[in-house]
């Protein structure tokens, strides 16, 4: 079992990980803005994903994995934010972990 110790160094090593290459994301969401929140946007690959905007037809998208340590970082599906040249939209988050708040979009523009 994890000891509060253990918690520690992960958010510790964690926070070292997004510290390597972070961004300041900003989340929209129903012509709101949430944040700025510090963040690691990773891109994943390129996969086939059904687009929700746009024409009813498969394409080829960008992914990324999202990482945030923020206490107010609340992605939910749908959100769309701009990182690295991109406009992205929230299509999977993952539950709360004690050390780090995960979400996964795709490029959508």
């Known amino acids: 079992m994890l000891t509060p110790d253990d918690f520690a160094q992960i958010a510790a090593d964690v926070a070292l990980v997004i510290a390597d290459?972070?961004?300041?994301?900003t989340l929209?969401?129903?012509g709101v803005?949430?944040?700025?929140?510090?963040?690691?946007?990773?891109?994943?690959g390129i996969?086939?994903?059904?687009r929700r905007k746009g024409p009813a037809s498969e394409e080829t998208?960008?992914?990324c994995s999202i990482i945030s340590?923020?206490?107010?970082?609340?992605p939910e599906l749908g959100d769309e934010f701009n990182a690295h040249g991109f406009l992205f939209e929230i299509t999977a988050?993952?539950?709360?972990?004690?050390?780090?708040?995960m979400a996964q979009a795709v490029i959508i523009q």
């Open 69 to 74: 340590q923020d206490a107010g970082f609340d």
């Open 47 to 50: 996969g086939q994903a059904n």
């Open 33 to 44: 803005e949430h944040g700025p929140y510090t963040a690691r946007v990773e891109m994943t």
């Open 93 to 101: 988050v993952l539950p709360n972990t004690q050390a780090v708040r």
């Open 61 to 63: 998208q960008g992914r």
């Open 28 to 30: 929209r969401r129903g």
């Open 21 to 25: 290459n972070d961004v300041s994301i």
